[in-house]
């Protein structure tokens, strides 16, 4: 079956520590993102990648970082620098044609400590 | 930066017919207009994709009109079950093709 993988469902941070959390896809896409939604609020774009070792901020990159490694994995690491790391995160990925929808992980919810 | 707007909430009954708009006035020429339903703790599902005029499938209909700036979704005859949030996602004109943007979603409530 393919789709995307998060991992942790739950988190939870100590305040100071830096936590990274999972996204895997085995859909062959090339492009993945990272999104953070808050309670009753939309999703705002974190940041995204559409080829391995390239990614670009979104909206909201401050005191996160994330790598590339592998075209199926895309991990988001949340620092210490982010004040407010509280949220629901959510990983998606895509082809790269435009016309292409996202395909959305299950999430992972980080609290803190 | 291309920006959405939809209406942050809508009530409906059982069996009536549900349609959200969201305005896009910055749309790119070859972007496409997707929607997706979000239930609580889970991540969105995709709906429906259009680029103009009418794309219908087994659970929306999606109407785009010519100039693209607008987009309405027509849920028929919800159930309880279409009780969710629902987004408006269009491609980001200023940050090339692959950095989409959601809009601020409608939380629908499907009334008994």
């Known amino acids: 079956d393919g789709g995307i993988t998060q991992s942790p469902k739950y988190l939870f941070r100590k305040e100071g520590q830096n936590v990274t959390l999972s996204c895997e896809q085995n859909l062959n896409h090339d492009a993945m993102y990272w999104y953070r939604q808050d309670p009753g609020q939309g999703l705002r774009l974190i940041y995204y990648s559409q080829i391995v070792n390239d990614f670009q901020k979104g909206d909201i990159a401050e005191g996160y970082s994330v790598s590339r490694e592998k075209k199926e994995s895309f991990p988001l690491t949340v620092t210490s620098a982010q004040k407010n790391p509280t949220a629901f995160y959510l990983c998606?990925?895509?082809?790269?044609?435009?016309?292409?929808?996202?395909?959305f992980g299950d999430g992972t919810r980080l609290s803190i400590l | 930066l291309a920006k959405t707007t939809q209406p942050i909430s809508m009530d409906s009954y059982e069996g009536q017919e549900v349609n959200i708009t969201c305005s896009h006035n910055?749309?790119?020429?070859?972007?496409?207009i997707t929607w997706y339903q979000q239930f609580p703790s889970q991540g969105p599902r995709f709906i429906i994709q259009?680029?103009?005029t009418k794309v219908t499938n087994e659970v929306a209909s999606l109407f785009i009109p010519a100039d693209r700036k607008s987009s309405t979704l027509s849920l028929p005859r919800v159930s309880l079950s279409d009780t969710a949030v629902y987004y408006c996602?269009?491609?980001?004109?200023?940050?090339?093709?692959?950095?989409?943007?959601f809009g601020t979603g409608t939380r629908l409530k499907v009334l008994a």
């Open positions: 910055n749309i790119a020429t070859n972007d496409y």
């Open positions: 259009g680029y103009k």
């Open positions: 996602l269009v491609g980001d004109p200023s940050s090339g093709t692959y950095k989409y943007i």
């Open positions: 998606a990925s895509s082809r790269l044609d435009s016309y292409q929808p996202q395909h």
